[in-house]
């Protein structure tokens, strides 16, 4: 609650100085593609082949209503992915995980950065308290096995400390991408054993069943007691949904259901049906927090591919409080060049509420582009102001709200000396 009553505040006081900036910064309302080897959800860094249901089970209608008090003027993120701490949590005390996540937040604020989009269930898992999902093994290095302290609650204290917003990051399918065992606590090894199609083998890996209406309400439960147990400011979920264009994986549910709509538009509606549920749940646990998807940055990836159809999303009420593309190309991108797919995005955006938020590639900086095409191969390794171009590239979209960078260790684990001259750009942006 301090938290939101601070970030009504600098709503306020952010207002009051929209003469000082542009109507696109603060007026507006408050990994890539994969290729079917890869699409299986393995990782959270793209690759290089870039072209309301409650826990009574009920549906709930719920109109949108104008963000609230956890919103800023300008939304300026870094994506904490789990592979960004793995590797200095797996083991630690309560102690050693709040030094080192405190180590963390203080970057991103001291940097100018308002929003941390931290990632809580990476694979069916917690690193929170949960009723639903067991603990995630990169707490202690065993799935289902209580660390002794919660990293989220923890982790939210620190927003708290540090003025900056936090989103609950939630990969909502996945459960595995290997051979590992899942621990006797996992719901998803219970409907294995009992032959329940709500979670589905493919694979090596294992994803929960969009098509499942009890796997839905799972994920839409889980969502609802993290709104309702911690001080989040949203709920994010990024850019994995179906993990094959393979129609045989979930081929039997689709034949049960008996719709008749092609597969892939049963899918789509699949899909829909959960973001409706997420949203709706959202707003009945907290008004306030908001709720939104951060797809691909190529469309037609997003509805081929991953079966989801965000003009839908973005044409009617109801499904998201903003949409963050991760438009993770240069501005000399053969394919997708950075101003034009921000505009693309803009355009299909037809509702008179949704914030457009850009998700920006950092990650790539300092290396070759080999999918960007002859001229805009190398435009991620001579620039230093890359990063600061491409937000005020993006500031000019009229549904402009902000911009995320992915992720954090690609700007603050140990910078090149091109990545520090980089963030100085971002930084002199957001003072």
Not at 109 to 128: E, I, K, M, W
Not at 183 to 200: F, V
Not at 285 to 295: H, K, L, N, Y
Request: glycine letters at 8%; aromatic letters at 12%.
């Amino acid at each position: 609650m301090k938290r939101k009553i601070a970030f009504l505040l600098s709503v306020i006081l952010s207002v009051s100085l929209a003469g000082c900036a542009s109507r696109n910064t603060v007026l507006k309302d408050p990994i890539v593609s994969r290729t079917e080897q890869t699409s299986v959800y393995g990782t959270e860094m793209p690759s290089s082949t870039e072209g309301v249901v409650l826990s009574d089970g009920k549906l709930v209608e719920y109109t949108h209503q104008v963000l609230a008090a956890n919103t800023v003027a300008e939304m300026r993120g870094v994506w904490l992915a789990y592979v960004n701490y793995r590797d200095i949590i797996t083991g630690n005390t309560k102690a050693q995980f709040t030094a080192n996540m405190d180590k963390i937040f203080a970057n991103i604020a001291g940097s100018g950065f308002n929003t941390v989009f931290a990632q809580v269930r990476p694979f069916g898992d917690a690193l929170y308290d949960s009723a639903y999902f067991p603990w995630s093994r990169y707490l202690t290095g065993t799935e289902g096995k209580n660390p002794g302290y919660d990293p989220l609650e923890i982790m939210c204290q620190l927003a708290d400390q540090y003025g900056l917003r936090i989103e609950a990051w939630i990969n909502p399918y996945r459960v595995r991408t290997d051979a590992r065992p899942l621990s006797a606590d996992n719901p998803a090894r219970k409907w294995i054993e009992a032959g329940d199609s709500a979670a589905l083998k493919w694979g090596d890996g294992i994803y929960y069943n969009p098509g499942n209406e009890k796997a839905r309400n799972l994920i839409v439960n889980g969502v609802k007691e993290i709104v309702e147990n911690y001080e989040v400011d949203g709920i994010h979920f990024d850019d994995y949904f179906y993990p094959t264009t393979n129609m045989s994986f979930d081929a039997a549910t689709y034949k049960a259901s008996g719709s008749k709509l092609t597969q892939a538009n049963w899918r789509r509606e699949n899909v829909n049906i959960l973001i409706r549920q997420v949203y709706a749940t959202v707003k009945e646990a907290d008004p306030d927090c908001v709720f939104g998807i951060s797809p691909q940055g190529n469309m037609e990836n997003n509805y081929d591919g991953q079966f989801i159809d965000c003009a839908e999303w973005l044409s009617n009420e109801g499904y998201v409080d903003y949409i963050m593309p991760q438009i993770y190309y240069g501005f000399q991108n053969g394919k997708n060049p950075f101003a034009a797919t921000v505009q693309k995005w803009n355009d299909l955006i037809k509702n008179n509420h949704t914030k457009l938020y850009i998700g920006i590639g950092a990650y790539k900086l300092g290396a070759e582009d080999a999918w960007a095409g002859e001229q805009g191969k190398m435009e991620w390794i001579n620039t230093s102001n890359l990063l600061a171009r491409m937000v005020e590239t993006a500031r000019k979209a009229e549904n402009y709200g902000g911009v995320a960078l992915y992720n954090y260790d690609s700007l603050f684990l140990k910078p090149s000396a091109q990545i520090k001259k980089e963030v100085a750009g971002l930084e002199a942006l957001f003072s």
